[in-house]
Structure formats: C-alpha cells, structure tokens
C-alpha cells in the first residue's frame, strides 16, 4: 500500500496536474524541475519511477534527501541545479514542472524548454503549470517570467498536445491569475 508521505512530512499533496497526467504517463525514468521539498517526486518515487529531483535551494534538496533516506526510497537522486544553465544531459520519459518557470530568467526561457524537450525520450511526455500575464488578467504578482496567451501550446509545436489549457486560478489572497497548463507527448 502507498503511504501518504507528503502528509506524514508537512508537504501539499502532489500538484494535481501530475497525479492527472499519472493517468497515460507509464513509470520510467522522471525529472522534477523545481522540486521544492519535493511533493511532486516522493510521489512519482511511490507510483515506480526513478526519479531525478532539481531544485536551486539547497535547503530544500537536503530535505527531501533527508525524507527519501528515512523511508529507504532509493529511487530520488535529488540535486542542486540552476535550472537557468538549460544544461540537462540526461534521457526522460517524464518531466513535470509544476510553478516553477515563472521564477526563471526570462531570457533563458526558451533554452530551458528547448532543453527540456531534448531531455525528453521519443514517447516520453512533459507536464508544465506556468503563470501567464494577459490582456484580460494582468498578473497580479512580479514573477520574473509569465506566458503570454497560446505561448507554452506553440512552443510544443510537434508534440502530441493532450492536454492544453489556460484558465484562471487564484491565488490564496483571492487574486485571479490565468495558468497555462500542458501535457504534451513527443512523437
Ligand atoms: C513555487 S515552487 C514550486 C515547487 C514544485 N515544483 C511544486 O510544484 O511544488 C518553485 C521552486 O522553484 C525553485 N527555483 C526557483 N528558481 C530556480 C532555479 N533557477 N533553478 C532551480 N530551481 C529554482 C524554487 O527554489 C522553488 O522550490
């Protein structure tokens, strides 16, 4: 049976946009982009994949190696990276980044997706939640970096698109902000 750890250690639940794709995405080799404590890895980790954790915040990679440890998961390699480098070497079949390009350098993102997509296997598939600054819904927080409407959905363009959307979200002040939200496969 699957214990709840992020519970257990005071983490979120894993972001809903990862527990969905879980759904067509097979276990395999996975990477966390940002994994903070790493509510997104420890449950990758759980449903079978071998899971590598990046996140700039030493703290936080300590952490969650200090959770993997403790609960014999031999399968997170968590690692200090700056994801701003766009200097992944290794092969995917999984990456999720969840709330995480909006703190990157804005010059270095389309190196970072560019990236991304290179670390991905053929078939493998790539989950990302970003803010997004509109017309419509001026985003009310200074993220270094946002997405402007249908930009995350053309920087996929070859993949499988199955799933695209860019709807609102709010914020725990009530603040309304649009999220763009994409799970692609590459072919
Ligand atoms: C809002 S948290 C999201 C964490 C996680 N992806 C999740 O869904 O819970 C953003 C994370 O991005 C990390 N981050 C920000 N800039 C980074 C950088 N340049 N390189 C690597 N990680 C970075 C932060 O340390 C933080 O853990």
Partial sequence: MIKDLNSKYGLNPAHSEVVAALEVVSAGAALDMGCS?????????????????????????????????????????AKVYDLNEARLTEQYDFIACTVTLMFLDPAKINAILTNMQDATRQGGYNVIVCAMDTADYPCPVRFPFTFKTGQLKEAYAGWEIIKYNENLGTMHNGAQLQFATLLAQRR
């Fill in 37 to 77: 404590n790493g509510r997104n890895a420890l449950y990758l980790a759980q449903h079978g994949f071998d899971v590598t954790a990046v996140d700039n915040n030493p703290d936080a990679i300590h952490m969650l190696r200090t959770i993997a440890e403790q609960e014999g998961l031999t399968n997170i390699n």
